[in-house]
């Protein structure tokens, strides 16, 4: 039997295997939409970190290959934005434009059936949720190289939304031009901090060009996809978008940059067995009153501390408000006794979110 022969054999095997995804997609789907309605008389929420948290762990036991996990799961990402968008289509707001890093991780997290709404600040995000016209917002919170970004914690300190999921999001950075040719490079634009993270690759491979900063690197693909000279150090998100060719991939200097967010919105979000809650508060300005009143208490609960930070009130001169993420759920009776126990020391508290822990990239 020729090559030939054995090929359509396969292609035809192929066609086979594809009538029955097709069968069993849509077969899923009509199942969706008798969840939908399930979950009307429930007021339960078609956006369920919780259960996609489940389901991401479960195909990662069941998956044997040579399908990759992480190409499974961006598959089932989109199988289950579809889904979603059967029982009611998401609107979610992100800071803009289209191509930036957050527009990257609102598409990971909400797939191509969502409808991804680009605004122009981080205020803008919050108020997009809190006014209803969005069901969720994506922020980033904090970067693994530049630290937190304030300002998302400190809208989350004076917003009635709740963290309901986190994501990580690795900050690849490409060089894309319309071209796709170095040769043609005569100017690199970006925003000053992607630009700070691939100046050694910059240095060595394209010395002497002129350097532009742009207030986003999706700013930057979009002057390069209108200039032949320019080149963009941008996600490779943006390429799609703005229709540019891949240069090089992965210049940034340091490979394990990545970037925290949050899904912001009203639902809270039930216990997952592994999951993180965040708090804000502040105390009395006493000697050892940190000590005696928050870590004294975490430390009898053996409860596990993963980050903590100080940022002025603005309220009053020289007051703080501590930031808090540990593991557990506020839904957890440990983890509920501790919180009271910590509340009766603390000027002012407030738990942000319990969330499904993301899977750091």
Known sequence: MGSSENLQKLRKLIDELDRELLGLLNRRGEIVMKIRELKKENDVGVYDPVRESQIEKRLRELNTGPLSDDSVLRIYREIISACRALQRPLKVAFLGPEGSFSHQAAFHEFGGSAELVPVASFGDVFGEV??????????????????????????????DLTISAELFEKINLFLLSKSGSLRDIEVIASHPQPLAQCRSWLSK??????????????????????KK????????????????RVIERNIEDNSWNTTRFFVIGRRL??????????????????????????????AEARVNLTKIESRPSKERPWEYLFFVDFVGHREERHI??????????????????????????
């Open 269 to 298: 979000s039930g216990p997952s067995g592994d999951d993180r809650t965040s708090i804000v508060f502040s105390l009395r300005d006493k000697p050892g009153e940190l000590q005696k009143s928050f870590f004294q208490p975490f």
């Open 130 to 159: 809190e006014n209803g016209r969005a069901s969720f917002g994506v922020v980033p919170v904090e970067n693994s190289i530049e630290g937190s970004i304030g300002i998302v914690l400190d809208l989350l300190s004076g917003s």
């Open 205 to 226: 491979n394209l010395p002497g060009k002129k350097i532009r900063e742009t207030a986003s690197t999706a700013e930057a693909a979009k002057l390069a996809s209108r």
């Open 336 to 361: 509920r006794t501790l919180l009271d126990k910590v509340a009766k020391n603390c000027v002012y508290m407030k738990v942000l979110g319990s969330y499904p822990m993301g899977r750091s990239a």
């Open 229 to 244: 000279g320019v080149a963009a150090v941008a996600s490779e998100h943006s390429a799609s978008i703005y229709d540019l």
